[in-house]
C-alpha cells in the first residue's frame, strides 16, 4: 500500500492540473470501491472548484469551493494519473479509457484525472470541509511526521513506558501518520534499533525524528518507491526502492561499511521486518 512518500508524490502530481481549476465534467463508472460513493457525487463534482489539494497521512484531500472536500485513498493499486496537461516540459495525451478507470475527472485546464483501481480497495468520499478532521479515516490520527507537532519530546512522551515493539509503535496511526512498513524499516537501521525492542526502552527517542524526516524526505525527492502498482500522477516509476538499506533486501549483504552481516526478516504482526543483526540491537 502506498505509504506517506508515495502519497505526497502523488497530491504534487495532481496540484499543476487540479489546484485552481474548476471540475467541468466528473465520470463515475461505477457504485462503489472499497466503500459506496458518496450519493449524487458525480453531480456535487461537476462546477466545483478545487480550492487547495492537501495531504492528510495516507490520504489526498481537495477542498472544493462548495464547503466540500473531497477524500481519496490510494488503497493498494489505485493510482491517480493525469493526462492532456503539461506536467515539466511534458505532454501526455488522453489514453484509451482502461477497465479500472473507475472516476474520471475533466478539469477546465484540458487536463484529465483518472483513479484507476484495478483491486478496488482504494475510496473516495466527499465530507464537509469544516468538519473534514472528524471524519472516520482521519479522526484520531497523530501528528504530521513532517510538521512541527512532531519532535522529540512528543515522540519521548508517546513511546515512555510502553511494551509493545519499536516497529509497531512507529506504525500506529494515533502517534505518527502516515508511517507505514517499509519506511519504518530504513528508520530503524539508520538508527541502529532492531525492530523488536520494546519502544519503551529505546535510547533517546528523541533523535528518531530527524531521521524520520530524512528518511521520509529523501523518499519523496525520488518519487516514492515502486515495488507492485504504484506511479506517480505522470505515470512514472518511483525510484527510492533502490537506496534501500533493508527492505526487502533479505539474505544480502549489510550496506554499512565494515558490517559483513547479512539482513534478516521476522514476522510482526503479519507485516515483514528487515533489519540488520550486527548494525540493530
Same mark, same amino acid.
Request: include cysteine; glycine fraction near 10%.
Given at each position: !500500500? ?17 489546484? =485552481?481549476?474548476? *471540475? ?16 449524487? !457525487? ?63 475527472? &475533466? ?16 475510496? !473516495?468520499?466527499?465530507?464537509?470541509? &469544516?468538519?473534514?478532521?472528524? &471524519?472516520?479515516?482521519?479522526? =484520531? ?8 507537532? #512532531? ?7 508517546? @513511546?515512555? =513506558?510502553?511494551?509493545?515493539? *519499536? ?20 528508520? @530503524? ?45 505522470? /505515470? ?7 537506496? #534501500?538499506?533493508?527492505? /526487502?533486501?533479505?539474505?544480502?549483504? +549489510? @550496506?554499512?561499511?565494515? +558490517?559483513?552481516?547479512? *539482513? !534478516? ?8 521486518? #528487515?533489519? +540488520?543483526?550486527? +548494525?540493530?540491537?
Amino acid at each position: !500500500m502506498p505509504e506517506l512518500p508515495e502519497v505526497e508524490t502523488v497530491r504534487a502530481g495532481l496540484l499543476p492540473a487540479m489546484e =485552481g481549476h474548476v *471540475i467541468v465534467q466528473a465520470e463515475v463508472n461505477r457504485a462503489d470501491l472499497r466503500w459506496p460513493f458518496p450519493p449524487n !457525487m458525480a453531480q456535487r463534482l461537476r462546477g466545483a472548484r478545487v480550492l487547495a489539494l492537501r495531504r492528510r497521512s495516507k490520504y489526498i484531500l481537495a477542498d472544493l469551493d462548495r464547503g466540500e472536500t473531497l477524500l481519496i485513498h490510494l488503497g493498494m493499486s489505485g493510482r491517480m494519473l493525469v493526462s492532456g496537461k503539461i506536467l515539466g516540459s511534458y505532454v501526455h495525451d488522453h489514453p484509451a479509457p482502461q477497465k479500472h478507470d473507475h472516476v474520471v475527472l &475533466h478539469m477546465d485546464s484540458g487536463a484529465r484525472v483518472t483513479f484507476n483501481d484495478a483491486r478496488r480497495f482504494g475510496a !473516495m468520499d466527499l465530507l464537509a470541509t &469544516h468538519a473534514a478532521e472528524a &471524519h472516520p479515516l482521519l479522526a =484520531g490520527l497523530g501528528p504530521e511526521p513532517l510538521g512541527n507537532r #512532531f519532535d522529540g519530546p512528543y515522540l519521548a512522551a508517546k @513511546l515512555a =513506558g510502553r511494551k509493545t515493539p *519499536i516497529k509497531s509503535a512507529l506504525l500506529d496511526q494515533r502517534i505518527v501518520a502516515g508511517l507505514g512498513n517499509i519506511y519504518v524499516c530504513e528508520v @530503524l537501521h539508520r538508527a541502529r534499533i532492531a525492530p523488536d525492542r520494546m519502544a519503551g526502552d529505546v535510547p533517546d527517542a528523541p533523535s528518531l525524528v530527524p531521521i524520520i524526516r530524512d528518511v521520509l524526505s529523501e523518499a519523496i525527492a525520488a518519487g516514492g518507491s515502486s515495488l507492485r502498482d504504484y506511479r506517480q500522477a505522470d /505515470g512514472e516509476l518511483g525510484y527510492f526502492q533502490h537506496a #534501500f538499506a533493508v527492505y /526487502g533486501r533479505e539474505g544480502e549483504p +549489510c @550496506l554499512t561499511p565494515h +558490517c559483513g552481516a547479512q *539482513i !534478516m526478516r521476522i514476522v510482526q504482526s503479519g507485516r515483514s521486518s #528487515f533489519y +540488520c543483526p550486527r +548494525c540493530q540491537s
